[in-house]
């Protein structure tokens, strides 16, 4: 039976809400045996974890419904809150359910986050995922498909049995499927926001997170199928995409507001690893090497991924406003966190020379307060209604 | 992270002020620096090319080979913080645009860009030509360049150092780092300098930063004795500016650290204590092991906190910020490229959170430490994120007491005199009552 849109919709909050990760202890608990690993934004490749037969876990932080005690004993209140909520999750034994934890190279925090994760849990398995900033086949390439084949061979020694290149091929092509459901998704979402809203293509992201791959393109499939069947009224709203949420996340009644306040997001770049590669890996050669070229020549551009060339900044974003029909920019970033604020002013830079109008503020995961964001969204949507009805 | 800096003359106040005491070394690095600024000033003129680079993992032997005159943003921001001018810069990058919320030194640079570029000693600093990114321990220092960039199109080129996530350097690692100097680092500063790479030149700079480097250890760990000549932070900040900057593989910097090891030396043998900027410290009642960068805005009443109290800094770990030679390690003429990789693979913020830890519990039991200080600064997510649990770690193993304080680099809005001091003096009670109880058990 094809599932109803509230089906879906309620099947991913539930997903999102779940601090205690039943899907994945479902998963594990359904063949003896089963592993799970998990990573932290933005990006680790997937491929080769799903390859082992073991589920890949997206760890987003603890969001605004979890209380974090024992995680804020470890912080400084100038450090930003993913890695402190992180923390409270592993400490009160609700990431038990996974063996390992990727931690992607990303920014210090993260970074640090890594060795705190190797003193504080001792029996997982840990590993910081090195991503090149040279982009040299030779170069960035093949440092690159080493670290990878260092994620495959202790992979392969905890699930007992190597990870072969038909495994791998395999895997690429699965998430190859998911992800061009995810491009689906959002080329949908672009094209009749007031069908797709963010607040449910969010929560279809995140679901991504928790669930197998071929289950979670089968999600978005039946979300994009029972959506385009409802009527849902179109509204005089400012096309906008929200940028700088690439790791902490806002909390859900965030992106809520912000569609009230009269936005509609076309782009955004939650969940990135969704689309973090921009387009196929082919599955037919040497999986790591195909994996490396899909990063380094093929990938989005992002704040913690070094831009080579000046005339690149803002290609990426400009590319989202493009495609997306934007009208405005939003810059979300959550509180110090350094690289997203750091790129903005080079983002806004560019943005003011193309006469594209942005707004920017700063939020928590536990942020309580909408009202100013709300407010700051809607004056930003009636500026830019008043300028393109002038 | 940085280092450099100089003893500016005493201000005013209302003691009497005592002469500021400075040892030889200390009078000769700083001539060093200023005359660094001079040759900045005058490159352009002289048809010289300028580079910018980081202190940790700078390769300035390589730099140098280049005939590049050498600037080092984070040393002009600390500069600039100690000379009281970096609050102003900070300020106008916000109003710029800029984040209350990101790093300092990125902020104080970019405010000086704002105000015209001129440098801390008064002179113009020119725009650089190259921005060498050698990308160790800090995910900031990519950034500040792209931003850099953005203001004024200079040529940028990356060198990538993985970090030691796993606490070691792999044969892959290294490999990828002495390829990007091959492949990309060399040709570009070539291309931009006009001058071509000669490896012997490198090698004839290693040595000389060899010699130095086993100075620089000998000194840093003439804090073991007792009293400790030096101080190893607030007193190391001087010594490592040469080595850690535009100097090291220079024969000016192996003769100062000459002359200084030599100082120290003497020192030792009088059984001399550190000297301060009110004179030699006559009793040593603390040792302490600190990790953090110091405050700089307020470096030399910070400083007084300490010795004002007998509290000697025996070992930092700020002081291996630009490089970890204790370990053992040496710039390598044999193996130039291998060797600046490893250099830059093994700068300490490049080192995961276990070795971190290994680092200072070992410095605590080496150098007979009474406790841990953690000076925490809010610009630096790469040092601070995480050191809570390095101090509960160190004191469960080491079983010393260790205490945590809150500053930041070179914005004075975040230094508050009066809490540090309170919290300096409640932790040395804490020492003094630790060692009583000791002292009980051990008369027992
Ligand atoms: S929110 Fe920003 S600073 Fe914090 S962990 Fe994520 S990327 Fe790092
Ligand atoms: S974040 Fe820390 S290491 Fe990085 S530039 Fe700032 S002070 Fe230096």
Redesign the interface.
């Known amino acids: 039976m094809v599932p109803t849109l509230k089906d879906v919709i309620a099947r991913c909050e539930a997903l999102f809400e779940d601090l205690h990760f039943s899907a994945v202890k479902e998963w594990k608990a359904a063949v003896p045996g089963r592993k799970a690993i998990g990573y932290m934004p933005i990006y680790v490749p997937r491929e080769i974890v799903y390859a082992a037969g073991m589920l890949p876990v997206g760890i987003f932080g603890g969001g605004d419904q979890m209380e974090v005690i024992q995680g804020d004993?470890?912080?400084?209140s100038?450090?930003c809150r993913i890695?402190r909520s992180t923390l409270e999750l592993g400490l009160t034994g609700r990431l038990d359910c996974l063996d390992g934890m990727l931690?992607p190279?990303?920014?210090?925090?993260i970074?640090?986050?890594?060795?705190?994760w190797?003193?504080?849990f001792k029996d997982k398995y840990v590993?910081?995922?090195?991503v090149?900033?040279?982009y040299?086949d030779?170069?960035?390439g093949?440092?690159y498909i080493?670290?990878m084949q260092v994620l495959r061979e202790d992979l392969a020694k905890i699930a007992g049995k190597p990870i072969t290149d038909a495994a791998l091929n395999a895997s690429i092509a699965v998430y190859n499927d998911n992800r061009r459901a995810v491009q689906d998704l959002y080329a949908y979402r672009a094209q009749k926001p007031w069908q797709a809203p963010t607040s449910e293509v969010y929560l279809l992201v995140r679901a991504g997170m928790v669930l197998p791959p071929e289950e979670h393109t089968q999600v978005v499939r039946d979300y994009l199928a029972a959506v385009d069947k409802e009527e849902r009224p179109k509204r005089d709203k400012a096309r906008v995409v929200l940028t700088g949420s690439f790791c902490e996340q806002p909390p859900l009644s965030l992106i809520k507001s912000i569609e009230m306040a009269g936005c509609y997001v076309v782009d955004d770049d939650f969940g990135l690893i969704m689309r973090w590669l921009l387009d196929e890996v082919p599955a037919n050669g040497n999986p790591l090497e195909e994996l490396s070229k899909a990063y380094l020549h093929r990938s989005a551009q992002q704040?913690?991924k070094?831009?080579?060339k000046?005339e690149d900044?803002g290609k990426y974003l400009l590319r989202q406003v493009k495609q997306g029909g934007a009208e405005g920019v939003i810059f979300a970033?959550a509180?110090?966190?350094?690289?997203a604020?750091?790129?903005?002013?080079?983002l806004?830079?560019i943005l003011a020379q193309q006469k594209i109008p942005y707004t920017a503020f700063?939020f928590a995961e536990n942020t309580g307060q909408m009202a100013p964001i709300r407010e700051q969204a809607g004056t930003f949507a009636d500026s830019i209604k008043l300028w393109s009805d002038a | 992270m940085n280092t450099t800096i100089q003893m500016t003359p005493p201000q005013p106040s209302q003691k009497p002020a005592p002469e500021v005491q400075k040892e030889d070394a200390m009078r000769l690095q700083k001539e060093m620096i200023n005359a660094n600024y001079r040759d900045l000033a005058s490159a352009h003129d002289q048809g010289r090319k300028v580079a910018a680079t980081f202190v940790p993992g700078n390769l300035n032997e390589l730099v140098m080979c280049f005939d590049f005159a050498r600037s080092l943003p984070e040393t002009n921001a600390l500069q600039n913080g100690m000379r009281k001018k970096s609050g102003k810069f900070i300020l106008d990058a916000e109003r710029d645009g800029h984040s209350e919320d990101v790093c300092t030194y990125v902020k104080s640079d970019l405010g000086m860009m704002l105000g015209g570029e001129t440098g801390p000693t008064g002179e113009k600093l020119p725009i650089p030509d190259l921005l060498l990114l050698s990308y160790t321990g800090c995910f900031t220092f990519m950034k500040w360049f792209e931003l850099v960039r953005q203001k004024y199109n200079c040529e940028t080129v990356m060198l990538h150092t993985p970090y030691q996530g796993d606490g070691k350097i792999t044969q892959s690692m290294r490999d990828y780092v002495v390829k990007q100097l091959k492949e990309t680092v060399i040709p570009t500063m070539e291309r931009v300098s006009g001058v071509k790479f000669d490896i012997d030149r490198l090698r004839q700079y290693m040595k000389e930063s060899a010699k130095a480097e086993d100075d620089l250890v000998k000194v840093l760990q003439s804090a073991k004795n007792r009293p400790s000549p030096i101080d190893g932070y607030f007193g190391a900040v001087y010594y490592i500016g040469p080595i850690f900057t535009a100097f090291r593989g220079l024969p000016e910097a192996t003769q100062y650290y000459d002359v200084l090891r030599r100082e120290i030396d003497e020192r030792v043998r009088n059984k001399r204590g550190p000297i301060t900027p009110e004179g030699e410290l006559l009793e040593e009642k603390y040792r302490l092991v600190v990790e953090g960068p110091p405050n700089w805005t307020s470096f030399r009443d910070f400083w007084k906190m300490f010795y004002d109290e007998g509290a000697v800094v025996v070992a930092s770990t700020y002081s291996k910020v630009g490089g970890v030679y204790d370990s053992g390690f040496r710039h390598d003429p044999d193996h130039p490229l291998e060797s600046l990789a490893d250099y830059c693979l093994g700068c300490y913020t490049n080192l995961n959170f276990p070795q971190r830890i290994d680092m200072i519990c070992k410095y605590m039991d080496e150098y007979e430490a009474d406790g841990l200080l953690i000076n925490s600064i809010k610009s630096c997510n790469s040092f601070s994120a995480g050191q809570l649990l390095m101090l509960r770690e160190v004191e469960k193993r080491t079983g010393k007491p260790a205490a945590f304080i809150e500053s930041d680099l070179v914005d004075p809005r975040y230094f508050s005199a009066a809490n540090i001091k309170n919290r300096l003096e409640s932790y040395f009670q804490m020492i003094k009552q630790k060692r009583a109880v000791a002292g009980i058990a051990t008369a027992h």
Request: charge should be negative; hydrophobic fraction near 30%.
């Open positions: 004993a470890y912080y400084q100038y450090i890695p931690f190279s990303l920014c210090d925090v970074r640090n986050l890594s060795g705190m190797q003193v504080l590993r910081y995922i090195d090149p900033h040279n040299l030779q170069v960035g093949e440092f080493n670290e704040a913690s070094y831009d080579e000046k900044k970033a509180s110090f966190c350094d690289p604020l750091l790129e903005r002013p080079m806004q830079e700063k």
